[in-house]
């Protein structure tokens, strides 16, 4: 049985919004098709490819501009569907080219998502899989912001197709492209919420349409044991995992969750991830906290850690944000941990912060989203049911 948060926010209303297409996976899609009688159960799946390539591959949000589908199914579609993109309420630019936008996908419901160029092949897009996050690590702004749900797939693709429209990348086989990986380092653990992440890493991968490759997709999470095999067998997504610490001591200050899934338990769950080798291997990282988890001693026990992993481990300097009670570690003593960890057989690059001008680094990431309350739930759900 999977481990995953029940905190959706969506209501019953007398009148449901349309049914947007763009976060539906194929057989999904062809469904969807079928129940709105807009063709029969043998041309289903013909004509979700038609669409499919048309929302994915082209970008198109507009029903007419789909040429090779008569008139009367256009219609047909746009009266029962939607493409619409949800609201991007801020769009910054970094100094460094880094980009970020705060999308409003309801009343409320609000997740950052960021773009760092010329990371990867090209550039990466670090996407948020909740709104707020529940494990209050310690060292990360989104930690001091409560759950307020889960995204629905739609919502994590949809942050994949807005910095597509912001990066002027339709069609998806531009060889152009800025935008060449995905990262599930946002807001929120996707472990917790791993069906949806699943499906958007589904739509994303697709060759006919994202056109995103499995291995340039890396999630990251701070450990959710219980999920990490079938993460890898649904997925077969790259793994992070966001570890900070060689003791369970200091690790169940920094990341809370240790407490549930200490690290001996963690280091054996990752041995057994499905497809890990020297050619897929984990990336561990390290974010670099002054007098707390940098002196050589720590460099020499995350060695000892990890050997035997296939692993790459990326050293984070810290991102002050508002309030935040760590330091970075000095440049000279992140570049003596990282010599250690080079030493001893493994990549460590050190993390060019990016995005620190508009709190767009690593573990800046916040929205002003709060979960209602339960007397304000209450009251919504007795206005809707007078609608």
């Known amino acids: ?15 449901s919004a349309p049914l947007n297409l763009s976060g539906l996976t194929r057989p999904q899609l062809a469904s969807a098709l079928v129940e709105a009688e807009i063709c029969a159960p043998d041309k289903a799946r013909m004509r979700a490819g038609q669409l499919w390539r048309w929302i994915h591959h082209h970008g198109h949000t507009d029903f007419d501009r789909m040429t090779n589908v008569d008139k009367q199914t256009r219609a047909a579609l746009a009266e029962r569907f939607t493409l619409a993109r949800p609201e991007v309420t801020v769009r910054q630019v970094s100094g460094d080219g880094t980009r970020k936008w705060l999308i409003k ?5 609000e997740v950052e998502t960021v773009y760092i160029p010329d990371v990867g092949r090209a550039g990466a897009l670090c996407v948020s899989s909740q709104v707020g996050c529940t494990l209050n690590c310690t060292f990360c702004h989104t930690g001091t912001q409560a759950l307020v749900r889960n995204l629905t797939a739609a919502e994590i693709v949809a942050q994949v197709q807005i910095a597509r429209d912001d990066l002027d990348e339709w069609p998806s086989d531009r060889e152009d492209r800025k935008l060449s990986n995905i990262v ?12 949806n992440v699943s499906d958007a ?23 959710v044991v219980p ?25 169940n200050e920094l990341v809370p969750l240790n407490k549930r899934y200490p690290i001996a338990q963690l280091i054996e769950a990752i041995r057994a991830y499905p497809g890990i080798s020297n050619a897929r291997r984990v990336t561990f990282e390290y974010v670099m906290l002054k007098g707390i988890n940098d002196s050589p001693a720590e460099a020499l026990a995350l060695v ?39 030493r001893a057989g493994y990549a460590s690059p050190i993390r060019t912060p990016r995005g620190r001008d508009i709190l767009a680094a690593c573990g800046q990431l916040r929205s002003e989203s709060e979960k209602p309350r339960a007397s304000e739930r209450r009251r919504l759900s007795l206005e809707q049911g007078a609608v």
């Open 201 to 223: 890493i589904d739509i994303i991968s697709d060759g006919e349409g994202l056109g995103l490759s499995r291995r340039r997709i890396t999630v990251s999470t701070s450990g």
């Open 227 to 251: 999920e990490l095999t079938r993460l890898g067998e649904k997925t077969q997504a790259m793994l992070a995992i966001s570890l900070h610490a060689t003791n369970d001591a200091l690790r």
């Open 1 to 15: 049985m999977g481990v995953s948060l029940d905190l959706s926010t969506a209501r019953k209303t007398a009148v």
């Open 304 to 342: 000892k850690l990890l050997k035997g992993v296939p692993a790459k481990i990326n050293l984070i300097p810290f991102n002050p944000w508002p309030g935040s009670p760590y330091e970075c570690s000095d440049w000279a003593t992140i570049e003596a941990f990282a010599a250690i960890v080079n």
């Open 105 to 109: 996908f309801a009343p409320g419901i």
């Open 184 to 195: 599930f380092m946002g807001m929120g653990e996707p472990l917790y919420n791993l069906d």
